[in-house]
């Protein structure tokens, strides 16, 4: 088996992010615990520097760079968290930063990306493709393109957040993870297989979005067109070439969850955990809390992946009974 990363990336990039990104905490709930009938352990990347989980996995990217490629800087695209999270790397080691970003993106983001320093060029995202714009600008100036999800150095940096929620509470039966691209779950399935092969490692996906949930049932890549969902770090048409191998070989199942569960569960955790979960990030939670997926008896897991959201928007999406 020929993956794009194992675990030792995994525990090299910890390393690299010790000191600079965020020890976040693991929160747990009785109301939780009650209404799963489980054990539920929430590592909270919502509290990670630039409000998600994208720091762990651009700053390991960034700070492999050559000083060459530290010079010319880096550009990429993104709907969002991964260009802060780039764009913070790249101001705390001093490099130049261009983001693409689909003008359609939350303002908040846009502003708080061009607030770290970073260039920001908009796209229309029904009509033009991203990854061109993005690998044209790094032709044109000798930029290093660092994609959002599909890189080796992207995927082991996101697994150190299963890294540490598994040092921090110890066995999982399941690990429930967020899938936009699969970044995220791929990394947290190396770490989590590593440490645990019993654990069960399940994405969740929105119901809009499953292009890995079909792509993982069919055993091939499945292209979807950009999908309608709140959910917008999850707003991807296809997993990646690296991305894809490490869920088929390491994941366990893919679910779906529709976005009035994202709803009630970033009511949840406004109101019982006094937490600030952006949609994409309460996939996984939702998942356990909405019932679609049994976990009576379990120790699970659960990777909040941001908090990022404009503040109107979330009045508005928690206004909605
Ligand atoms: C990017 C992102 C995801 C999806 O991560 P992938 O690595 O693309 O699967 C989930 N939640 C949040 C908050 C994100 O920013």
Do not use: W
């Not at 209404?35 to 990670?48: D, I, P, S, Y």
């Not at 502003?111 to 320093?117: D, F, L, M, S, V």
């Amino acid at each position: 088996m020929n993956l794009a990363i194992k675990h030792d990336d995994i525990s090299a990039a910890a390393a690299r992010l010790h000191g600079v990104a965020h020890r976040t905490p693991v929160a747990t709930s009785h109301t939780a615990n009650e209404r799963t009938g489980a054990e539920l352990f929430f590592k909270c990347e919502n509290l990670q520097r630039m409000g998600a989980f994208k720091f762990r996995g651009a700053y390991n990217s960034l700070s492999q760079f050559t000083p060459e490629q530290r010079r010319a800087g880096v550009v990429t695209f993104s709907s969002g968290n991964h260009a802060q999270a780039i764009a913070l790397s790249a101001r705390l080691l001093g490099m130049p930063a261009i983001i693409v970003m689909p003008s359609d993106a939350p303002q908040m983001k846009i502003e708080a990306t061009q607030g770290y320093g970073a260039e920001v060029q908009l796209f229309d995202r029904y009509t033009e493709d991203r990854e061109a714009i993005g690998r044209k600008l790094a032709g044109e100036r000798g930029m290093t393109l660092i994609p959002p999800f599909d890189h080796p150095h992207v995927m082991a940096g996101q697994g150190t957040a299963a890294l540490e929620l598994i040092e921090d509470v110890g066995a999982l039966d399941v690990l429930l993870v967020c899938v936009g691209g699969g970044g995220l779950i791929s990394g947290c399935a190396v770490a989590a297989k590593h440490a645990l092969p019993r654990c069960r490692v399940i994405g969740v996906e929105p119901e809009a979005g499953n292009d890995v949930q079909q792509s993982f049932r069919r055993g091939e890549i499945v292209h979807i067109n950009v999908p309608k969902t709140i959910a917008d770090g999850a707003q991807t048409q296809a997993p990646g070439r690296f991305t894809f191998p490490v869920i088929q070989a390491l994941v366990d199942d893919v679910l779906t969850v529709s976005d009035a569960q994202l709803v009630s569960t970033m009511r949840f955790f406004a109101e019982r955990m006094k937490m600030v979960v952006e949609p994409t990030g309460c996939l996984a939670a939702a998942a356990a809390l909405e019932g679609g997926l049994d976990v009576r008896g379990k120790r699970v897991g659960v990777i909040l992946s941001g908090g990022n959201i404009d503040v109107a928007r979330y009045a508005a999406l928690l206004g909605h009974r």
